[in-house]
C-alpha cells in the first residue's frame, strides 16, 4: 500500500506538464481552428483549399509521427536558416516543452476547426436571415445567435476532442517530457513494479476524464437549454 502511495504522489508531479501541454493546444486549436472555420464556410479562394489540405494531412497522421517530425525537425531548420543565411541561431533554442505545446496545438488545430465548422453548418442559414432583417449586423448575429448555437451543437465533439487530448499527450513522454507516463515510466524502471504504477496512470487519466464528463454535462445543460426549448 505504501508503494502505491508513494507512486500515486510520484506519478502526480508529471499532471502539471499534461494540462500545461492540453490547455495551451486546446487554447490555440480554438483561436485558430475557429479561423480556419470561417475560412472554410466562407470559402476563401486558395485559403480554403490550403485549411482542408492541412486538416486531412493532420488528421490522417499519427500524433507520435507528427511530434517526431516537430521534436527533429525544427533544430534541422534551424541550422539550414544557420547555413543559408549566416545567422547563429542555437538549434536546441526551444525545449522539449515548448516543442510540445507547439505540436499538439498543430494537432488540435484540424480537430477543433472541423468541430466548429459542423456546430457553424448545424444552425440553420434562416436564422442568419431573421437576425438581419430585425436590424442586427452579421457580427452581432453571430455574436448573440450562431455562435452561442453552434457552440451547444459542438459542445460533445469539444469534449472528446479534449480528452482524446489529453490521452495524447501521453507520447510526450517520447521526446523526455516527465508528465503523467514520463514519470510513471521512470518509477516502473526503477523498481520494476510495471503493473502497479501503470495502473496508477491508468486511473489518473480515468479520473480526469470522469471530471471532464462532468464538467461539460453541466455546461451542456446551461448551453443548450434553448435547443431543448426550441426542439419542444
Not at 541561431?89 to 472541423?114: G, K, Q, R, T
Not at 517520447?174 to 524502471?189: K, L, M, T
Request: glycine content about 6%; overall charge positive.
Amino acid at each position: 500500500m505504501s508503494f502505491i502511495i508513494t507512486t500515486f504522489l510520484e506519478v502526480l508531479k508529471g499532471l502539471p506538464y499534461t494540462l500545461l501541454i492540453t490547455c495551451i493546444a486546446m487554447l490555440i486549436g480554438f483561436l485558430i481552428g475557429g479561423l480556419f472555420a470561417w475560412i472554410q464556410l466562407k470559402p476563401i479562394p486558395v485559403l480554403s483549399q490550403c485549411v482542408t489540405v492541412y486538416n486531412s494531412f493532420i488528421r490522417s497522421t499519427p500524433l507520435i509521427v507528427q511530434l517526431f517530425i516537430f521534436y527533429y525537425g525544427l533544430p534541422t531548420l534551424i541550422l539550414w536558416i544557420n547555413h543559408t543565411f549566416q545567422h547563429d541561431i542555437n538549434p536546441d533554442i526551444m525545449p522539449p516543452l515548448a516543442i510540445a505545446c507547439v505540436a499538439f496545438s498543430f494537432h488540435a488545430i484540424a480537430y477543433l476547426s472541423e468541430s466548429i465548422k459542423s456546430g457553424l453548418l448545424s444552425v440553420p442559414r434562416s436564422q442568419m436571415e431573421a437576425a438581419q432583417t430585425i436590424g442586427l449586423s452579421q457580427w452581432q448575429a453571430y455574436r448573440r445567435i450562431i455562435i452561442p448555437q453552434a457552440l451547444g451543437y459542438a459542445l460533445p465533439n469539444i469534449e472528446n476532442q479534449l480528452i482524446m487530448l489529453i490521452k495524447g499527450t501521453s507520447l510526450a513522454f517520447a521526446i523526455q517530457i516527465p508528465e503523467i507516463i514520463g514519470r510513471s515510466q521512470v518509477i516502473a524502471n526503477e523498481g520494476y513494479r510495471f503493473v502497479e504504477v501503470y495502473t496508477v496512470a491508468v486511473i489518473f487519466y480515468w479520473g480526469i476524464a470522469i471530471l471532464l464528463e462532468f464538467i461539460f454535462h453541466r455546461f451542456e445543460l446551461k448551453t443548450t437549454r434553448y435547443l431543448r426549448v426550441k426542439s419542444s
